[in-house]
């Protein structure tokens, strides 16, 4: 158990669909990230949510649309996805995204198929 | 731009074995190394870290290595156990306070 929930684990939906993500950590840390991994790739950071305001956005399309209410849940809401987008999307959270010297803790991911 | 990587892709060893996983990093700014172990289907687990000042840090079982001079860490691990089949990867942190991670060395341990 990391502390960090992720539902759905598998998601499965064609390319017109709209789905949403969620994450939630039971840390109480400030910090969210959406990472997307793919296949024989390095985790690609998607956004950062520090005390939840967003503070990266790295050049995400905008059929990914994120979401954070409160520090201890995270939505990525999905909407004509592509067949490349098909992926393991990761969650994490860490103390505070503004110190340096603290890792990240991460979810066991949604395993995204675009059909 | 800056970047992680690990020189070997796959290692195998027997059940028994002591194991040593490297990563080489390119950033001379980066502060803060941490090392993750990914089981299939699950997300990465945080397994073990070290900052700059050190060059040495021991958990159980794992010692994480810190040669800043030629910018190399490693990941050893002791008395190697089928449950330590895993992808293992590195990340560093520097002054972005975002880490950057590695492609990952997949562990397989033969009984």
């Known amino acids: 158990e990391t502390g960090v929930t992720q539902t759905p684990r598998h998601l499965v939906m064609g390319m017109t669909n709209k789905k949403s993500l969620k994450c939630e950590q039971h840390?109480?840390?400030?910090?969210m990230y959406w990472y997307k991994q793919s296949a024989k790739k390095p985790l690609e950071l998607m956004f950062v949510?520090?005390?939840?305001?967003?503070?990266e956005n790295n050049s995400v399309p905008s059929r990914f649309s994120p979401e954070c209410p409160n520090s201890s849940h995270l939505f990525l809401h999905l909407h004509t996805l592509q067949p490349e987008d098909s992926a393991l999307y990761l969650c994490?959270?860490?103390?505070?995204?503004?110190?340096?010297?603290?890792?990240?803790?991460f979810g066991d991911g949604t395993r995204l198929s675009i059909l | 731009g800056e970047s992680v990587g690990l020189h070997l892709p796959t290692l195998s060893v027997q059940e028994g074995d002591n194991s040593i996983i490297n990563c080489a990093y390119s950033?001379?700014?980066?502060?803060?190394f941490i090392w993750y172990k990914q089981e299939s289907g699950k997300g990465p687990q945080f397994i073990i870290d070290?900052?700059?000042?050190?060059d040495k840090r021991q958990g159980q079982r794992v010692t994480v290595l810190l040669n800043k001079t030629v910018k190399h860490l490693s990941l050893q691990i002791a008395a190697t156990q089928p449950g330590d089949s895993a992808v293992y990867f590195c990340?560093?942190?520097?002054?972005?306070?975002?880490?950057?991670f590695g492609r990952g060395t997949s562990l397989i341990v033969h009984p």
């Open positions: 990340a560093e942190k520097g002054g972005s306070y975002i880490p950057t």
């Open positions: 840390l109480g840390h400030n910090a």
């Open positions: 950033n001379s700014a980066s502060d803060y």
């Open positions: 949510y520090n005390f939840k305001e967003q503070t």
């Open positions: 994490a959270s860490s103390q505070d995204s503004g110190v340096s010297n603290q890792p990240q803790h």
């Open positions: 070290i900052r700059s000042n050190m």
